[in-house]
């Protein structure tokens, strides 16, 4: 496993990083959670990441569980504020942020987390507000480190204009070879100001894992076919799109590399990429996944895979 430094921070985080999005308190029994996280542990994979809104909680409170008896130098683990909590505890005021770290640290039975993030951006809150309430946290001891999910660029630009507050040293945004809007503004602005990003659905939801055949259903027991786990997927299932997916597989192979692997090596080509967040529901998974960091893929392989998905996002656009 190689690490990368994280934006203009002291931590060093593993280049593949366990999720538990869907996952872990929800959609994943507790043995077989435990395991995925026993088995990133053993890959070297040292950065977990989870939210307050995962299972309302239920995330948290595994993690929690399951780290205990683990050094707390020996892993980094961030968390999430953001969205609705109950009927009345959502967003990104002073009060929620201090109320939601509080909860996030007593669920996740640990003194502090390494990374605090604003899980979208609050338009209904001033951002001074919201900075200064991240100040704070940064003060307490609470959190080592702040970062942001999916902000658009001119509010990160925002952030990065205030003195006096805490600086952001991540930012967490969907990005793939199906998703590369980030490319155009926010990787550029972060990667100029310290800033790193840590991938969200590097896989695409799994499609870029290649286990979806496009003339048939998908299997049952995926995330695509889970009324809880799939609902995000439907872009990415079109059947051009499933069907370029499959062209990618022996690009793959004549690089040594299975799908999943090649998908997160074109992720960690970008230098401003730290880390690419990977779910999983098996411990192989983890294995297979966390293989793909330092591997070297000729370039002429990552735009031979771009030209073939670019084609197909086009035309399942039109």
Known sequence: MKYRKLGDSALEVSEISLGSWLTYGVGVEADKARACLEEAFAQGINFIDTANVYGRGAAESFLGDALQGRARDSYVLATKVYFPMSDSDRGLSAAQIEKQLDASLQRLRTDHVDLYQCHRYDWDTPLEETMA???RAVD???TRYIGFSEWPAERIQAAIDMTGVARFVSSQP???????EPEEEVIPLCAANGISQIVWSPLGQGVLSGKYDPDRPPPTDSRAASDKMGGWMDRLMHPDVLRAVQ???PIAEDAGLTLPQFALAWVLREPNVASAIIGASRPEQVRENAAASGVIVDTQAFVRAEAIIDEAL????A
């Open 314 to 317: 086009a035309g399942a656009a």
């Open 174 to 180: 969907q990005y793939s070879l199906l998703w590369r």
């Open 247 to 249: 062209r990618l597989k």
């Open 140 to 142: 307490s001891g609470k």
């Open 133 to 135: 309430a991240l100040t």
